[in-house]
């Protein structure tokens, strides 16, 4: 059984690249985040062009698929990460439930102090959030900032009341523990300022 199998796949190595390439590629609509992509393209595009070699080649056929295997599966993870088709190209990888602190989303579904889900700007592959507000009810579509991850599972959030963006910037550097260092160095340039104007007068 195994010699038959194996006799057939080199017999028709170039069928079974391309369905090995087709599987893969549509396994990866079943399990998004480019585990299977590139090898299941660069199977493919092998595949394609082994049914396109004349037959009569022999040993130089698999040494031509395996470089255009290569060659493909090269040109496919330059592609993947050139392009950002699962979003979250240049934002950091949440390595913790504190890098969610200060994080800006909108409510998907009323948050009570008990319950309710956010989508955070920025989420990755799943921004859902389960979410609680610090008090009261915050109604759907609210834009909210994340003040305690809560370790990840339960997000504590409240609404942001239309801030503009520097506000935004402002309360996130607040919620990350960040605004004693900006006070501290609006401090120091008041107190050079009247330093200045003291030593003019």
Known sequence: MQASL?????????LFLLLAGAGLT????????AHFIVLGVALLV???????LPPGLGLIAP?????VVLGAGAATFYAYRQFDFYGGKGTEQTTDSDSLRGSM???TERVTPDSGEVKLEGGGFNPYYRARSVDGTIEEGTEVMVVDPGGGNVLTVEATGGLD???RELARGRAAGLDEDTTTDADEDDSRDREFERDTA
């Open 6 to 14: 194996l006799s057939w796949i080199g017999n028709n190595l170039p």
């Open 26 to 33: 549509i396994a990866e609509a079943f399990a998004p985040g």
């Open 46 to 52: 092998a595949g394609l062009v082994g049914l396109l």
């Open 63 to 67: 040494a031509i698929l395996a470089a």
């Open 105 to 107: 989303g909108r409510v």
């Open 165 to 167: 963006e520097i506000d």
